[in-house]
T-cell receptor, first 111, second 112 residues
Framework: EDQVTQSPEALRLQEGESSSLNCSYT??????LFWYRQDPGKGPEFLFT???AGEEKEKERLKATLTKKESFLHITAPKPEDSATYLC????????????FGTGTQLKVEL | EAQVTQNPRYLITVTGKKLTVTCSQN?????MSWYRQDPGLGLRQIYY???????DKGDVPEGYKVSRKEKRNFPLILESPSPNQTSLYFC???????????FGPGTRLTVL
């Protein structure tokens, strides 16, 4: 069974204090690993897709990396508007289009 | 604007009263899914559809039905809702397997 574990569950940062969120996964053949951002009361918003170990993607202050067992979302010099819950999900290679999600890291960036 | 829409956004109902949550996408996507989100459990897939008239079960299909008669629409039907179906529901669509899924704004359902 595919599994995704995210850590930490919650993270509080000062503005400008860089950090990383972790996503550990087990999947029977990885089709893709996805990062989403979710604001309270809203649907998840797509950030990145990573397909193979060693791949990296960047967008503004966010950088996602992938190994065979885990992915990291690095946040450089965060701002208060980066406060949100960050979700990691995997999709297995075989059958369907199911995303298996972790329970998320709730990030709060303070002034 | 490319989007996934859901209606209603909020619904309070009673046990056993049939209800339908609608979902529509304007991106001509092949794949559509329904998820529920519960505290501590994350998002879990209920049903998905790969094309018109093609649907399959996700991880938690019990108590739900879906249909895909048109490419853009994918309604979620609760024939006899129960309190354990109180949850936040999201519809999503994607161009294909391996592509990012675009999520709707969510429907918060309370079953009394």
């Amino acid at each position: 069974e595919d599994q995704v574990t995210q850590s930490p569950e919650a993270l509080r940062l000062q503005e400008g204090e860089s950090s990383s969120l972790n996503c550990s996964y087990t999947v029977s053949g990885l089709r893709g690993l996805f990062w989403y951002r979710q604001d309270p009361g809203k649907g998840p918003e797509f950030l990145f897709t990573l397909y193979s170990a060693g791949e990296e993607k960047e967008k503004e202050r966010l950088k996602a990396t992938l190994t065979k067992k885990e992915s990291f979302l690095h946040i450089t010099a965060p701002k208060p508007e980066d406060s949100a819950t960050y979700l990691c999900a995997v999709q297995a290679a075989g059958g369907g289009n199911k995303l298996t999600f972790g329970t998320g890291t709730q990030l709060k960036v303070e002034l | 604007e490319a989007q996934v829409t859901q209606n209603p956004r909020y619904l309070i109902t009673v046990t056993g009263k049939k209800l339908t949550v609608t979902c529509s996408q304007n991106m001509n996507h092949e794949y559509m899914s329904w998820y529920r989100q519960d505290p501590g459990l994350g998002l879990r897939q209920i049903y998905y559809s790969m094309n018109v008239e093609v649907t399959d079960k996700g991880d938690v299909p019990e108590g739900y039905k879906v249909s895909r008669k048109e490419k853009r629409n994918f309604p979620l039907i609760l024939e006899s809702p129960s309190p354990n179906q109180t949850s936040l529901y999201f519809c999503a669509s994607s161009q294909g397997r391996g592509n990012e899924q675009f999520f709707g704004p969510g429907t918060r359902l309370t079953v009394l």
